[in-house]
């Protein structure tokens, strides 16, 4: 592996691609709004020179990085000679079909294409190209240079080689991946969609506030952050598009999204990205 590309800028695109360029890939972001680019690199280097100023790395180490990264407004200039394509775009299977279609037409034969979902079918995104044996689940979680868990999201056909490949991609980023079988909401989702929606149900049945909800998990079970302001970090609109997805495919009362929820979504009030979710946020650039 040497040349990485990921497709889509936003949260979870640009932190790829910082700690893709971290660990000395040559990394390429591209993004189909060309406008986001200059916006994620920035945050990248926001990013950087906050490792540099707490002195996790050197001042040295964080240009490197830089100047193995690059933006590309067009995307099939971008993964001319990618060896492993991140798509980090939205979750929508349709739309992740139509991009894995036109990724097969535009890589070389022995490209890998990893997508980013955190909860849809993998084999169904598979599905939309000739290679379903070089196509997997590369689950990040946010913020990703922080976090430390990748989940690798193997199908039915995805070949043992190609899984090997990509974990080593995930421990060389300074990750470590566990690997889980093409099911709904894998594991980490299923888990963490059932905890942050019943969180809501409390604050919804007026049992505590969010705050001290989140601070119940944090202090009683150990959680580094609870589930309500994980669920305005990944964006209440996300969590309402995984719930809604998780409840279909497994009809478990569990994973029915709360009024709560889809009221905030309504009024927008998505988390950290808006500003204010169940938690008010500083705006951010």
């Known amino acids: 592996m040497s ?15 910082q700690v893709a360029a971290m660990a000395g890939f040559a ?21 950087l020179h906050g490792g540099v100023t707490r002195g996790k790395f050197t001042a040295d180490y964080a240009e490197a990085a830089m100047g193995r990264l690059r933006v590309e407004s067009e995307m099939e200039s971008a993964v001319e000679g990618a060896d492993l394509v991140i798509e980090a775009i939205v979750e929508d299977l349709p739309v992740k079909q139509e991009l894995f279609s036109t990724l097969d037409s535009m890589t070389g034969a022995n490209a890998i294409l990893a997508t980013n979902t955190s909860s849809l079918s993998v084999a169904a995104i598979a599905g939309a190209t000739s290679r379903p044996d070089r196509v997997l689940g590369m689950h990040f979680f946010n913020p990703v240079h922080i976090m430390k868990l990748v989940e ?26 566990i690997v889980v079988r093409d099911s709904p909401g894998f594991a980490s989702s299923r888990l963490g969609v059932v905890l942050g929606l019943e969180a809501m ?4 049945q007026r049992v505590a506030s969010a705050e001290d909800i989140d601070k119940a998990l944090e202090l009683g079970y150990g959680h580094p952050m609870g589930p309500l302001r994980v669920s305005d970090l990944v964006g209440l609109d996300v969590r309402l598009a995984i719930a809604e997805y998780l409840y279909k495919e497994l009809g478990d009362p569990h994973y029915e999204p709360p009024a709560l929820l889809r009221n905030k979504v309504a009024a ?3 988390g950290k990205k808006t500003g204010k979710g169940f938690y008010k946020w500083p705006k951010t650039k």
């Open 3 to 17: 040349k990485l590309v990921i497709i889509g800028a936003g949260t979870m695109g640009h932190g790829i691609a």
């Open 27 to 47: 990394t390429t972001l591209t993004d189909g709004v060309a406008e986001a680019l200059p916006a994620a690199l920035e945050r990248i280097q926001r990013n």
């Open 152 to 177: 690798l999201v193997r199908h039915d056909e995805t070949a043992d080689a190609v899984t090997d490949r990509v974990r080593d991609v995930a421990v060389r980023m300074g990750k470590e991946p």
């Open 201 to 204: 149900r409390m604050v919804e």
């Open 268 to 270: 927008g009030e998505l």
